[in-house]
């Protein structure tokens, strides 16, 4: 139990964190794109918000998982930021994947070369999700039940 917990936290709030950096830099400072960028402005920064939403949503349960597991004195840290990783990664990717190519409701930037942008962004998300795996993979929990 412990060990599909501290997964789903570290997951959880993983992509949180993503979205919220995305949000934030992409976004908000940078301007460079909305979530939804095939409508109006005005559209495109609801769907901003929604998403801002779900992200901080799913980092705050995330966290709330984690300080259940902080309660019962049992954080194997290597798993748990491995899982944040994984799921920091895991969003990246399917953000760069299927948001910009396969439906194609936003891109990275407008107006540019976009393949640096989209290598950057999908090698970034494989790098996380490289070094997540590797970390939930080397955790040894004390009970083979966990």
Request: with cysteine.
């Amino acid at each position: 139990m412990e060990r599909k917990q501290h997964f789903w936290s570290g997951i959880l709030f993983g992509i949180g964190l993503m979205v919220i950096v995305d949000e934030v830099i992409f976004h908000q400072l940078l301007q460079w794109h909305h979530f939804y960028d095939r409508a109006t402005s005005g559209f495109g920064i609801l769907t901003d918000g929604l998403l801002t939403s779900f992200g901080f949503f799913a980092a705050v349960f995330g966290l709330f998982l984690f300080a259940d597991l902080r309660k019962k004195m049992s954080i194997y840290w290597m798993s748990w930021i491995g899982s944040v990783c994984l799921g920091a990664g895991g969003f990246q990717l399917f953000d760069g994947l299927v948001s910009h190519k396969l439906l194609q409701i936003h891109q990275i930037r407008y107006g540019v070369d976009i393949l640096p942008y989209d290598l950057a962004w999908n090698l970034f998300a494989a790098l996380l999700l490289i070094i997540g795996a590797v970390m939930v993979k080397k955790t040894t929990f004390d009970r083979e039940d966990s």
